[in-house]
């Protein structure tokens, strides 16, 4: 899914920064709603784009976004419904 805030010139080329925003939060908005199905009262509230300044400012949400997608995946292997992909020395 494209919600990186660093790689949003890459997901949409030639978007100017305020469309940029407003993707990256339609995105987060996305993960976030999904999230909440795992996560009873799960409250991350979005900014509104026109009030964001600057793609950085999005940055602590993208970065809470990842911390609750990690969360949800360690629940998911600890109930024994996803198994780890790799080898006895790394997996993922």
Do not use: H
């Not at 964001?52 to 999005?58: E, F, G, Q, T, W």
């Amino acid at each position: 899914m494209p919600y990186k805030v660093s790689k949003s010139r890459k997901y949409w080329p030639g978007e100017p920064v305020s469309g940029r925003i407003r993707n990256l939060l339609i995105e987060f908005t996305t993960v976030r709603d999904a999230l909440a199905q795992a996560f009873e009262g799960l409250s991350l509230e979005l900014p509104e784009p026109t009030t964001v300044k600057s793609l950085s400012a999005l940055k602590r949400y993208a970065d809470a976004l990842d911390a609750l997608v990690c969360a949800w995946v360690g629940i998911e292997y600890l109930a024994g419904c996803n198994v780890p992909l790799g080898n006895d020395d790394a997996a993922i």
